[in-house]
């Protein structure tokens, strides 16, 4: 489908269904290409190409709701299911909260290039792709104690999307993205037996924004070698710094109770504590979907709503929610999105190195091990492996501890943010240090 017919197939399908006999509708239109190479033990392990392309069609009709999608987009699928649709809402209870956004919801797009799509994409070749990952796993394997390398797998994926949505109130709008993701994962041979493994990766829109992936392969190789001899470290109260990496996923935690779902139907922590301190004053967390070239910047959200920068905690003070327009109408409130974009953090002035030196004893957490986080309460215990910190300097791994908590007291033990945010995310968390945290271990 050429990029021009995407937004007329979207405008196409809301006419269909308001002829149809829907007061208002909407039509959301993709085509994804979708680019990936495996690369494991010096062979190639698979690739694959695929464009897929569908259409998601809303109709409001009568007091009532109904989406449909399809893969086919012939005309006449289209006049098919935009029927289809009809008659399913109209089977259904009505639902007064089901309508489309205000269009004043619409207003104030910003006028700001993104740089979303990389205009080399199209001349990357399958040649380029396979040499990424070989170059990746050839750096991986010139590490120190690669001998105990057992096997390396590495991955280049990369993508091209295009998105047209309408609605019949008014709004319209397209989205065209490209991505590139290398990865590696190394496994290796512990003297117990043991094959501990680790991995990394980088992602970005454009192609030149990616590090050399030679330091791709080099640092899976590296974390997963530096996992020999790990041991389950001692319980107590701790200081802990949380690499960026991993720091994103602990963020994730505290914000998922933030969604209006969550609000209106009682299973968030956070209920009827806008306002009010959740955490240290450095838990400042900004949501920015204007920032160029990042991996969750947009300039509408996938109802249409315009994007606009806002403050989720301030000074550790919640401000802020995401509620989409359904829940918006539910709980009487002015929608604002419902999902992030860009999460950005406060930044201090020391990078991690300083941090360590600045802790002197504790540990530093690489990675999360499973466990679980409950909205309602938030009360977390998580599985945690990671490096001691023994006089400012990383010493010997730990693996198989437990970090546990709630949410709405442990990010009062926030006392330092570094000035490292991870750059391969849309949640670009630097290293962060809770002090007097507990740890399970033995």
């Known amino acids: 489908m050429k990029k021009s017919s995407i937004l007329e197939t979207a405008r196409h399908a809301v006419q269909l269904a308001q002829q149809k006999g829907a007061q208002d509708a909407a039509a959301s239109v993709a085509t994804v290409r979708e680019v990936k190479v495996g690369w494991r ?226 299973r968030s922590m956070f209920e009827g504590k806008e306002g009010q301190r959740i955490g240290s004053d450095l838990l400042d967390v900004v949501d920015d979907p204007f920032i160029v070239r990042g991996l969750g910047s947009r300039l509408f959200d996938g109802e249409g709503i315009a994007a606009k920068p806002r403050s989720i905690f301030e000074a550790g003070v919640l401000r802020s929610f995401y509620i989409d327009n359904y829940y918006g109408l539910k709980l009487g409130r002015t929608p604002t999105s419902g999902r992030s974009s860009n999460l950005t953090f406060k930044l201090g002035d020391k990078d991690q190195p300083a941090l360590l030196k600045q802790i002197g004893d504790g540990l530093l957490v690489t990675g999360f091990l499973g466990g679980n986080s409950n909205g309602t309460t938030g009360d977390f215990s998580l599985g945690i492996q990671g490096f001691l910190i023994k006089g400012g300097e990383l010493a010997e791994p730990f693996a198989e501890m437990n970090l546990s908590g709630n949410h709405l007291e442990f990010w009062n033990h926030l006392v330092a943010v570094g000035n490292d945010p991870f750059a391969f995310s849309s949640s670009r968390v630097p290293t962060l240090v809770f002090e007097g945290v507990q740890i399970a271990g033995t």
């Open 41 to 266: 033990d010096g062979n190639l392990e698979k690739i694959s190409e695929a464009t897929t392309q569908g259409l998601a069609i809303e109709v409001y009709a009568d007091g009532r709701y109904a989406a449909v999608s399809t893969s086919d987009l012939l005309p006449a699928t289209i006049e098919k299911i935009c029927g289809q649709a009809i008659d399913m809402a109209r089977s259904l209870a009505p639902d007064p909260f089901r309508r489309l956004p205000d269009p004043k919801l619409y207003e104030g797009r910003a006028a700001i290039d993104l740089e979303l799509e990389d205009p080399v994409y199209d001349t990357l070749t399958a040649e380029q792709r396979r040499a990424f990952t070989q170059k990746i796993e050839a750096a991986a394997r010139e590490v120190e104690g690669r001998e105990r390398i057992v096997s390396v797998t590495t991955d280049f994926s990369d993508s091209h999307s295009e998105m047209a949505r309408v609605t019949s109130n008014g709004f319209e709008g397209v989205v065209r993205e490209t991505s590139f993701w290398p990865s590696a994962e190394v496994s290796v041979r512990d003297p117990d037996g043991r094959r501990p493994e680790d991995y990394d990766y980088a992602g970005a829109h454009h192609l030149s924004d990616l590090p050399d992936v030679a330091l791709i392969g080099r640092s899976a190789a590296k974390r997963a070698l530096g996992r020999i001899g790990a041991t389950k470290g001692t319980s107590g109260k701790r200081t802990l710094a949380i690499d960026p990496r991993a720091a994103g996923s602990l963020l994730g935690r505290l914000m998922g109770p933030l969604s209006g779902a969550a609000l209106q139907q009682k």
